[in-house]
């Protein structure tokens, strides 16, 4: 019976030796980056559907004090409805990962003017992004999550 132990030895030695994946290199930090600077233009723009093509078709969008919005088409119409950002800033704390598989550490900022146009609403916080390239070596938010560093009202 010792040959199904030598195989089963022999099957956990080569998952041991698997390679791990690279880390990220500098160019493809600088590339989420820049991602990241595209869609902040976008939302200042109002462009929507070019902000959304910024997520994988199945990407999971969770924003601060809202529903959990799933999948590309549904991450648009949200865009959509949340119209009049006149500032919008990102930054890019902290960007690693390992293969094609990147996350993003950060802040965000933004503005939006009241119902009189006299003053603005805004809002400043943290977010985090699971980022996947792609086969074209984009790298696409598969996952984002974030939330105010503003006091709950009450």
């Not at 989420?32 to 070019?50: L, N, Q």
């Not at 529903?67 to 500032?87: C, D, H, M, N, Q």
């Not at 609403?121 to 980022?131: N, Q």
Request: charge should be neutral.
């Amino acid at each position: 019976m010792r040959p199904p132990l030598v195989v089963c030895g022999l099957v956990a030695l080569l998952g041991a030796c698997q390679a791990t994946p690279p880390p990220l290199s500098d160019a493809d930090k600088a590339a989420i980056r820049a991602m990241s600077d595209s869609f902040a233009a976008y939302v200042r723009a109002t462009r929507d559907s070019p902000a959304a093509s910024l997520f994988t078709e199945h990407a999971v969008w969770m924003p601060a004090n809202r529903e959990i919005v799933e999948g590309r088409p549904a991450i648009l119409a949200s865009f959509e409805a949340t119209r009049g950002i006149t500032t919008f800033a990102l930054t890019s704390i902290d960007i690693d990962g390992r293969g094609d598989l990147a996350y993003v550490r950060g802040t965000y900022a933004f503005a939006i003017p009241s119902a009189d146009g006299k003053s603005a609403v805004g809002d400043r916080g943290k977010f985090l992004e699971i980022r996947r390239r792609q086969v074209d070596g984009k790298w696409l938010v598969a996952a984002e999550i974030f939330n105010s560093d503003q006091p709950a009202s009450r």
